[in-house]
């Protein structure tokens, strides 16, 4: 396991933070999303509008994008599928095999494409397994998941083993 793969190419705030005009002129044409706390408070069926506008600019840019989510079919197809868009759940990042099938779906390459999400360990690791340019957003809500619990637990070790060996780009907030 490389210590660089739970390091991201790019930090954000939210998913509304990003320049998808500067990050298109750069070869990005698509994004694997993260659902809960990357594009909506963990397991809430509201679709701010906010986000809706996002949805609709990236379209009419001719981004495609892609809901890439370890959460049930359920969960998932109850968000996507209202607002046709693609998704891919139970994918078990951050195992390769949910990446290509999303790539696969969007007609896109690992260098097109940007994975963004709010958990190193899942998202970011994933992600840049899979050769994508990776974002790591700060998660949108406290509330979260048991496994996802764990996660951030392991992430405040990896965090201080990327500190230590120079790896970690991230300003710390003051």
């Known amino acids: ?13 939210t998913i ?4 998808y005009d500067q990050l298109k002129d750069a070869g990005i044409t698509a994004y694997l999303f993260d659902l809960d706390n990357t594009l909506v408070k963990a397991n809430h069926e509201v679709r701010p509008p ?14 495609d994008f892609l809901i890439l989510s370890n959460n049930s079919h359920k969960r998932v197809a109850a968000f996507a599928e209202p607002l046709d868009i693609l998704y ?3 994918a078990a990042k951050p195992f390769a095999y949910s990446y290509r099938k999303a790539l696969a779906m969007l007609g896109t390459k690992p260098e097109e494409t940007a994975m963004v999400g709010d958990q190193r360990v899942t998202d970011i690791q994933g992600g840049n397994r899979a050769g994508l340019f990776t974002i790591l957003v700060e998660p949108i809500s406290e509330s979260e998941s048991v496994p996802t619990k764990i996660n951030r637990f392991f992430e405040q070790f990896i965090i201080k083993k990327l500190k ?3 790896i970690y780009k991230r300003e710390e907030k003051r």
């Open 50 to 63: 906010e986000l809706l506008q996002l949805l609709r600019d990236l379209e009419a840019k001719g981004i």
């Open 164 to 166: 230590k060996h120079g």
């Open 1 to 13: 396991m490389k210590l660089t793969n739970f390091e991201p190419d790019l930090y954000a705030t």
């Open 16 to 19: 509304y933070e990003l320049n």
């Open 88 to 90: 891919v759940p139970r």
